[in-house]
């Protein structure tokens, strides 16, 4: 009875720490939306995931190429967010949460961009290691000039060095709100020049493939629920 009673208390000690186990989580700084491993509109959708899913990730902040080219390396085993023109191979990708939203930034006395042929023959900037959707980063249409960061590229938009800025009308828009910019640059975001789904990405292997499916279970009841409506305009 008492070998019994200790294999119990083995067992149940032993379950406990695998449900408790924390699952490593990496993701990257994008203004407003991740801006630490606590805060940022993303991180509030992690949490709720987490509530639905019955994970516990361990969130960690890597630049963007290191966690893409970790999780290639195998040094990681999951990672948000995502775009399809990076998505490594042989990896399970969730339901989207959010799409992409891209728009075309022109200064304050150019007309409003709303198409891409309007970009035709100009100079455009653009954020190194951010994807925009193939149709805009292998245009042949114009040139492409890329940055390290959003600040960069609106220094040199309002100095006339570029014609045009492609971003996102989170991060890109954030940044221009942050610098007080707004009222120097014409831009719509009701008018995306591309729309490119996000996603988390997890490994294939066994457990992989089982926190792929209960993340993308959790993010279609919070989609029901209009959390991604409120979030990111996305439903």
Not at 67 to 93: D, G, M, T, W
Not at 107 to 134: N, P
Not at 142 to 147: A, N, S, Y
Request: proline letters at 3%.
């Amino acid at each position: 009875m008492k070998n019994q009673l200790s294999l119990l208390v083995v067992f149940l000690f032993l379950s406990f720490n695998v449900q408790a186990k924390k699952i490593p989580l990496s993701t990257y700084y994008i203004p407003g939306l991740v801006d630490s491993s606590e805060t940022g509109t993303m991180i509030e959708m992690l949490r709720k995931i987490e509530g639905y899913s019955g994970i516990d990730f361990d969130v960690s902040l890597m630049p963007t190429q290191r966690v893409q080219q970790s999780f290639s390396h195998q040094k990681i085993s999951a990672y948000f967010p995502e775009l399809e023109e990076f998505r490594p191979k042989n990896s399970c990708r969730t339901s989207a949460f959010m799409q992409k939203s891209i728009i075309a930034i022109t200064r304050i006395d150019d007309q409003l961009v709303t198409d891409l042929s309007q970009l035709h023959g100009r100079k455009v900037g653009a954020v190194s290691g951010y994807s925009y959707g193939v149709n805009i980063t292998n245009n042949p249409n114009f040139t492409i000039v890329r940055v390290k960061n959003d600040d960069v590229n609106i220094k040199k938009l309002l100095t006339g060095r570029i014609d045009a800025i492609v971003g996102d009308a989170h991060s890109t828009v954030n940044a221009l709100r942050t610098a007080k910019l707004l009222n120097k640059v014409r831009l719509d975001i009701k008018y995306p020049i591309n729309l490119l789904d996000v996603f988390f990405v997890f490994k294939t292997d066994i457990p992989g493939l089982e926190h792929c499916e209960k993340v993308s279970k959790a993010i279609e009841k919070i989609k029901q629920e209009g959390d991604l409506l409120r979030w990111f305009n996305y439903q």
